[in-house]
């Protein structure tokens, strides 16, 4: 059954692209909003994460935090994030028990890929509880960054 607004947001514990553990318990007492992603480097996951990125003062307004979590490994993550600027932590879910937790995973992907990370968009709340909540089935769709905004502005 999918994760929906109410729902306790499952915990995390997983590397930054600066080999720093993060856990979904270091954000208590603020917003958060987790991105998903397929994979680094790819169109449509850039074009996911420069929106977040160029929107970066909205959210700090909104007294929220950003991570962007993807299977792929720490230090791909760390090349990606340095070549396209990004200002927020990019999470490696390698093992992929987070992106199984929140329910954004395909079993298969494209090219014969298993186990990768749907593209999704959550915000959680203060409190840990999921005020929205989309996994998008087509990875060549976007979040509706619209609405996580009208969700934020009501927080």
Do not use: W
């Not at 997983?14 to 553990?21: A, D, G, P, R, T």
């Not at 003062?57 to 792929?72: A, L, M």
């Not at 070549?83 to 999470?91: D, G, K, R, V």
């Amino acid at each position: 059954m999918a994760l929906k607004k109410g729902d306790k947001a499952p915990n995390f514990k997983l590397f930054s692209s600066e080999k720093k553990e993060v856990s979904l318990d270091d954000f208590k007492g603020k917003n958060l909003i987790i991105h998903f992603f397929p994979a680094a480097f790819t169109g449509t996951c850039t074009t996911q994460l420069c929106t977040v990125r160029d929107a970066i003062g909205t959210y700090h307004n909104s007294k929220s935090e950003i991570v962007g979590i993807s299977v792929d490994s720490l230090f791909s993550l760390a090349k990606y994030k340095e070549e396209q600027h990004l200002n927020f932590p990019l999470l490696s879910d390698f093992n992929k028990e987070t992106s199984k937790s929140y329910q954004a995973y395909y079993d298969d992907f494209l090219f014969g890929m298993k186990g990768v990370s749907k593209r999704s968009a959550f915000v959680i709340d203060k409190d840990g509880i999921i005020q929205y909540a989309e996994v998008l089935e087509n990875a060549a769709d976007l979040p509706n960054f619209k609405a996580i905004d009208e969700v934020l502005e009501k927080l």
